[in-house]
């Protein structure tokens, strides 16, 4: 007896003490879509690649070395004074060379600068990624809310009906109704339990999207946050949308790209002063050394260099027309997604005058058909309609919420950094730096190693 007293005291104890299990919050699913992002890993391998053209650009400065080695058996038929007599045998020479150009009037200095600009524009696009993949988050995590709170009232409203149809069949039992009332209350029933599964339908695409989203299906999901503050007015928000949008950074530095390709185009018709040594020795210790200037100009290429500048002078207008249509889509995007959000809010203050009627006329129906005065049909007709105005705003606060974010989104601001998640970033200073010198050595290439292993690559 003691023994079993025992047990049910320590079993109660753990009951009480155990902690109640901790639901996922927003910030948990966007940290989760910021780790767990394969589109935000491939993107950041864009960028590495990037950085490599910088050193590659680097490397041009540098003199280029290399070795031949080769080896060639011979025979041949001769003459001698004795007569016929064949000749063979085995040969084998080393060449060492090594290259540098002198002058270039800018040539690589350009295409070291054309290479930095293009990993400046591929930072910008990366935290556009960005971007996305959060506001991706935030919508798999309201629709999933907004499936499970449209599932509840699905729930509720067939409990609703299925009550109505039970009176509907005690009046008809007692003679109050005719059949056709309870038809109606039958009909009403299968299309809720009909709209109950398809609401539950929703819920499973909201979970898959949820996975897609942030790695994992949804568990239990906390209420949603208040939402992050927001400018006053929209033209305050269009102001800061021009001065930090990724997608306008980028257009600007593919301006500055295609400045650069002009000037390439115009260096690349200019002469190109070189060096070179070359040292040379073969199986009979015979050595040649030979040491170099050149000097190198295309004359003529049949109109091709003369081309080249007309394509680099178009590519600048086109680089700066695409500046400013991508200003214009941006201020536009703000606009909408500002209007949305209006829209939203404006649909829940509707929504909720709308909501406090149809349930005083859904009261006032059933009072009167208690009394005989109204019908079956009735009650089921004022109960859809709060229905429908219980579901409408749901959806208006889910839009509304989400276009807080959209918001975010278009002004730029959607990031890890700006939403304090809290959470460590990627860093694209730690590969660039590592690498923008053209390292080539082995102790460069375990530091490389090293950032990569530090960045989770």
């Known amino acids: ?19 109640e299990a901790r639901s ?47 080896g060639q058996w011979q025979r041949a038929d001769i003459t001698t004074p004795a007569g016929p007599a064949v000749s063979e045998g085995l040969s084998a020479s080393l060449t060492l060379s090594a290259e540098l150009t002198l002058l270039d009037f800018g040539r690589r200095k350009l295409g070291i600068e054309i290479a930095r600009e293009s990993v400046l524009a591929t930072r910008q696009a990366l935290i556009d990624v960005e971007q996305n993949v959060l506001l991706a988050a935030v919508r798999a995590y ?8 449209v599932v509840a009232l699905r729930q509720s409203n067939l409990r609703l009906i299925t009550q109505e149809l039970r009176a509907a069949q005690d009046r008809f039992d007692v003679g109050e109704i005719t059949r056709t009332d309870v038809s109606i209350a039958e009909a009403r029933l299968a299309a809720s339990r009909a709209a109950l599964a398809s609401a ?9 999207a949820y996975k897609a989203a942030t790695g994992d299906y949804p568990h239990r999901l906390a209420a949603l946050p208040k939402a992050p503050a927001l400018p006053r007015t929209m033209e305050e928000a269009q102001a800061v949308a021009r001065a930090t949008h ?23 018709r200019m002469p190109v002063v070189g060096a070179g040594v070359t040292l040379r020795t073969d199986d009979q210790d015979q050595q040649l050394q030979s040491y170099g200037l050149s000097l190198n100009q295309t004359l003529y290429a049949g109109g091709r260099l003369s081309a080249l500048q007309r394509k680099a002078l178009a590519g600048k207008d086109a680089a700066r027309a695409g500046l400013q249509q991508v200003a214009v889509g941006i201020v536009q995007n703000v606009g909408v ?7 939203a809010a404006a649909s829940i203050e509707a929504s909720d005058l709308q909501i406090r009627a149809a349930q005083a006329a859904f009261d006032g ?38 276009a807080v974010y959209q918001v975010l989104a278009t002004m730029g601001l959607l990031t890890v950094d700006h939403l304090n998640l809290g959470i460590p970033t990627y860093d694209p200073e730690a590969y660039y730096g590592a690498v923008e010198k053209a390292p080539s050595h082995s102790a460069q290439g375990k530091k490389l190693d090293r950032i990569l292993e530090k960045i989770g690559k």
């Not at 539950?200 to 898959?208: C, D, I, N, S, Y």
């Not at 997604?337 to 829209?343: C, F, I, S």
Request: glycine share 2%; net charge negative; aromatic share 4%.
């Open 337 to 343: 997604a500002w209007a949305n959000l209006a829209v």
């Open 1 to 19: 007896m003691r023994a079993w007293l025992l047990s049910a005291i320590v079993a109660l104890v753990g009951v009480v003490g155990a902690p």
């Open 246 to 268: 990724p997608l306008l950074k980028q257009a600007q530095h593919q301006v500055t790209i295609a400045d650069l390709q002009v000037d390439l185009a115009k260096a690349n």
């Open 200 to 208: 539950e339908g929703q819920l499973k695409v909201a979970r898959e």
């Open 24 to 70: 996922e919050t927003l910030t948990d699913a966007l940290i989760a879509a910021y780790k767990n992002s394969n589109l935000l890993d491939q993107n950041r391998a864009v960028l590495r690649a990037a950085d490599e053209d910088v050193a590659v650009a680097v490397s041009s400065l540098r003199p280029v070395v290399s070795y031949a080695l080769q």
């Open 142 to 149: 309201v629709d999933v809310r907004l499936a499970q709170d």
């Open 365 to 402: 129906v059933r009072e009167e058909a208690a009394a005989g005065t109204r019908t079956t049909l009735d009650v089921l007709n004022a109960e859809q309609e709060l229905l429908d105005a219980r579901n409408a705003r749901l959806q208006a606060e889910a839009q509304r919420y989400v």
